[in-house]
């Protein structure tokens, strides 16, 4: 019975010892929630670019230096399926059977918001390099951060671009995707067109994936100045596509995320032309960077060499996420694995720190409607132009004048 007892009490033991010795390790663990598949993989997959390259980038510079030794990172993926409640369980699966050190975090912000509260309760900290939703930031959720700031502090900048051209548009459409995202945009639009005396004639939320060309058809009968839309991807690809269907060109068509996205170019081609969109980064900022690239250009190119394909502001977000935990490491300098105590000093440093980056300045908010936002770069109006986003606005930081109005898809 002694020996049965003992026995007992070693697998006991075991079992216990069985978490902390799996955490033994001299690399940090990085969990990464994105949606690889479903409806939002386009963006999905432009985030895990953003956190692939610093990944890359950080191990092919030895690591990152804690008290005189490099550790490497690893990142542990796993797929939201654009599906809030897939990253949900995906959130806790990283941070309980995974035991990551830290989060990488989604692409939109229905499953940032969904994952968010799981590694609240697990005290892991969490950076998205993407969502945007004003809602995110309004829970403040002490382990959640982003490096896009949201769009009710981003969206006013490309209205005011264009409520400035001349002649000023008189009239708009504004609609937004139902998501939590889309929403937002669409609605910080309106704000916006509003409070620049600009005469919004209809305002809608439609259904998310809803074929656009009746919605158009019925803009189109409305004849405004102006058509603003928030959406993902292949929203706004179509809602071009429905205008031309219908062939009614706006005098100015304002979208967000997705214009600078390279699949928006290369499916509209000589559509996509005069299209205005949201964004905070773009390769021909004046940024300088303390870490791992020395500015925007150098990233750019880095980017391009890795993947084929130009970065958008989503990838260089992401990317910037990765440097964001790197700066508060080695603030902290706190080696792998994390305790609780070490994830908790991450937090504090992460509020702290107030870096150069190749995607300008990074600096969380710590109080306010932003709280834990990135509110440190300046948001842009960018225009398709010769087929790629260049800066119209703000005149201190525009790279060309605004194309306007419109040219005719007919005149193409």
């Known amino acids: 019975m002694m020996k049965r007892g003992l026995i007992a009490a070693i697998i006991l033991a075991l079992i216990a010892a069985g978490p902390a010795m799996a955490q033994e390790r001299d690399f940090y663990k990085v969990g990464v929630i994105t ?6 993989a386009t963006g999905g997959n432009v985030t895990k670019r953003g956190y692939d390259l610093w990944a890359d980038a950080v191990n092919a510079a030895g690591g990152i230096e804690i008290a005189g030794k490099k550790y490497k990172v690893e990142l542990f993926y796993t797929d939201a399926q654009s599906k809030p409640d897939q990253g949900a369980s ?4 990283l941070a309980t059977q995974e035991q990551v050190d830290f989060v990488l975090g989604p692409y939109s912000s229905g499953v940032t918001l969904a994952s968010a509260p799981v590694l609240e309760k697990y005290k892991v900290p969490m950076i998205t390099g993407s969502a945007e939703s004003p809602l995110i ?15 009710n502090y981003t969206g006013a900048t490309p209205i005011d671009t264009i409520s400035g051209l001349n002649p000023p548009p008189k009239t708009a459409v504004i609609l937004g995707s139902n998501d939590t995202f889309s929403k937002a945009t669409a609605e910080a639009f309106k704000a916006a067109a509003e409070e620049k005396g600009i005469n919004v004639r209809k305002f809608n939320i439609v259904p998310t994936g809803q074929d656009l060309t009746p919605f158009m058809s019925a803009v189109k009968v409305l004849r405004p100045d102006l058509v603003a839309f928030g ?3 292949e929203e706004l690809i179509n809602l071009v596509k429905s205008l031309r269907q219908i062939n009614y060109t706006p005098k100015a ?21 005069g299209v205005f969109g949201g964004s905070v980064w773009t390769e021909a900022v004046h940024a300088e960077g303390e870490l791992l690239w020395k500015d925007a250009a150098t990233y750019a190119k880095a980017a391009e060499d890795a993947f084929g394909v130009s970065a958008d502001y989503t990838q260089a977000g992401s990317s910037t996420a990765g440097l964001a935990f790197q700066a508060a490491l080695m603030k902290i300098q ?3 694995p994390l305790s609780e105590a070490d994830k908790d000093a991450l937090v504090k440093a992460l509020e702290e720190i107030d870096v150069k980056t190749f995607y300008g300045r990074l600096k969380f908010a710590t109080e306010g409607r932003y709280y834990h936002a990135n509110v440190g770069i300046t948001p842009l109006t960018v225009q398709i132009q010769g087929g790629k986003a260049v800066i119209v ?3 201190d930081d525009a790279q060309a004048q605004p194309l306007y109005p419109l040219k005719p898809w007919d005149a193409r």
């Open 35 to 40: 949606s690889l598949s479903g409806d939002l």
């Open 253 to 273: 068509l304002l979208m967000h995320y997705g214009v600078t996205e390279p699949a928006f170019v290369e499916s509209l081609g000589a559509d996509a032309e």
């Open 231 to 233: 959406g993902h991807d």
């Open 137 to 151: 930031w309004e829970q403040k959720f002490k382990y959640t951060f982003g490096t896009i700031p949201p769009v």
């Open 334 to 336: 706190a080696p792998p």
């Open 90 to 93: 995906g959130a806790e699966r």
């Open 393 to 395: 606005g703000p005149a």
